[in-house]
């Protein structure tokens, strides 16, 4: 060894650890305690999420909800007001027919305040297209053809050239075009350029003073690691005065669509942040369809090719695939109710990833906004005597099923998967160590098994089949003997392919 070799390793090991910290910590999503679990209300209002938090889904154990892009976008009357306005930003003002700025301060507050974070739909990698209509929701214009937004102010310099539109073969052979020209012809910033920081660092820091938790960072694909990587670092801590411990940085997702085979890797965007996993709702859909057996899941994480655990936002559906874009074909949604809750049910019952459900509204127009009157606002979920959802939204976060997998992965908490059990085929079961027991069965005969639920003795209600209510089961019944082994029936042509018990005053009689 040579006078020095050890310092020169020292700091070497030192600023590879630096990195690690770095990456490790934007990929917390600070989730009050005892609680996980996070879902997309896609395009609901300010005030109607501050009164879901309060009334169900702060009661219900849920950790969190990513909301729809809340900065100026433009107004699209020529295309009847699409979801995708909300993806055309004007300005980085917070005004959109979700509400205003204060009523955005108001919903975060009272979210916090029982336990619910926000994560927020950061829009930055591009600005409007050339549409048709000139006004945004806060009232501002823009020069289109000049690349001119005055309300920000960006201007020509301020965007990638030369000027090009990416092409379909780009993604399997041309990084740079992928990063460097415009997403189906939406104006594309370079976040390389000072000025261009200096305005999205300002408007996520302003969000984090109000108190959110996060951000997905939308088509991130199309930005350059390293530009986000300084954005990133120039963020402030989470808001103390909202909860979070202090020095807590935001939770950060990046929006990575990567089924293998292109130009742009997820595993370049891992080192700066958690990316979502496309994959995960593919397999699964693919699994609880019958396309593939339900066996083989006794390996699910990365040995199915998927992200590294604290890597992987993982879901089944989002706003785009449940919609066929974003290579969604074959994914499963809400309109396959019970292959669609199988899928989930399982990956709310494995540990791996940081799960999130699909909130939707009904659609059969894949372009169609959001429930609206003739002036264009949003017509708020009525909520039904039962529970559910009216007025032209799904709420899968209310659905029985979903719910009672949300109190379910709570009850888990950090468990490792235990006592994998399955047929041979489409019949598997497994605990979280001595907290929960799920089976599912995928096949067209009945499961009708003694399995080991590594529960202590008791008497447990089905949380997928019934709540619990008053000490009363309106579900199966579950008897655990005092070697944790039960008898579990689940029916070939049940309602639902699945049984969950767990400890806990949700589960346990």
Request: glycine residues 10%; proline residues 5%.
């Amino acid at each position: 060894m040579c006078p020095g070799d050890s310092d020169g390793k020292l700091s070497l090991t030192i600023a590879f650890l630096g990195v690690i910290l770095t990456a490790s910590a934007y990929k917390n999503p600070h989730y009050a305690r005892g609680r996980s679990v996070n879902v997309h209300l896609f395009e609901w209002k300010w005030s109607d999420i501050a009164l879901e938090c309060e009334r169900f889904l702060g009661p219900r154990g849920y950790g969190g909800i990513q909301i729809s892009p809340p900065n100026e976008n433009v107004i699209l009357w020529t295309y009847n007001r699409p979801w995708w306005e909300r993806y055309q930003p004007m300005s980085y003002k917070l005004v959109t027919r979700s509400g205003n700025e204060q009523d955005f301060a108001n919903m975060v507050r009272r979210c916090n305040a029982v336990g619910v974070r926000i994560y927020v739909d950061a829009v930055i990698n591009h600005m409007t297209g050339e549409p048709p209509e000139n006004v945004g929701t806060a009232g501002s214009t823009a020069v289109f053809r000049d690349w001119y937004y005055p309300a920000v102010p960006y201007r020509r310099e301020h965007f990638n050239w030369p000027h090009c539109v990416i092409d379909g073969m780009d993604y399997v052979n041309n990084a740079w075009r992928v990063r460097n020209c415009e997403l189906v012809g939406l104006k594309d910033l370079n976040q390389s350029n000072e000025h261009v920081r200096r305005m999205i660092v300002d408007f996520m820091n302003t969000l984090i003073d109000h108190g959110v938790a996060g951000f997905r960072i939308d088509a991130a694909k199309h930005m350059w690691p390293a530009d986000l990587r300084i954005i990133y670092n120039r963020l402030k801590n989470l808001n103390t005065a909202h909860g979070f411990p202090a020095n807590a940085r935001p939770y950060i997702y990046q929006e990575v669509i990567d089924y293998g085979g292109e130009a742009i890797s997820r595993d370049e965007y891992t080192p700066i942040g958690a990316v979502t996993e496309f994959k995960s709702g593919m397999e699964l859909s693919n699994a609880f369809r019958g396309n593939n057996q339900l066996r083989w899941l006794s390996s699910w994480g990365p040995q199915w090719g998927l992200l590294a655990h604290s890597d992987a936002f993982t879901f089944i559906d989002n706003h785009d695939n449940e919609r066929g874009h974003g290579g969604g074909g074959g994914i499963l949604t809400y309109k396959e109710p019970r292959p669609y809750r199988g899928a989930i049910a399982f990956l709310l019952a494995h540990p791996y990833g940081e799960p999130q459900i699909m909130s939707s509204f009904a659609f059969w127009d894949s372009e169609a906004g959001p429930p609206m009157d003739r002036n264009g606002n949003i017509i708020s979920p009525a909520i039904n005597s039962d529970g559910t959802c009216g007025n032209g939204w799904v709420c899968q976060h209310r659905w029985r099923q979903i719910y009672a997998m949300v109190g379910f992965r709570n009850a888990a908490g950090t468990a490792a998967v235990t006592n994998w059990w399955d047929n041979g085929s489409n019949q598997i079961a497994f605990c979280r160590g001595r907290n929960a027991f799920v089976a599912f069965n995928n096949n067209n005969w009945d499961l009708n098994q003694d399995l080991q639920t590594c529960l202590p003795a008791g008497v447990y209600c089905d949380v997928i089949s019934g709540d619990k209510v008053n000490n009363s089961c309106r579900g199966k019944r579950v008897t655990v003997g005092n070697n944790g082994v039960a008898r579990i029936f689940v029916g070939a042509n049940e309602y639902d392919m699945m049984l969950a018990i767990h400890v806990g005053p949700e589960s346990r009689l």
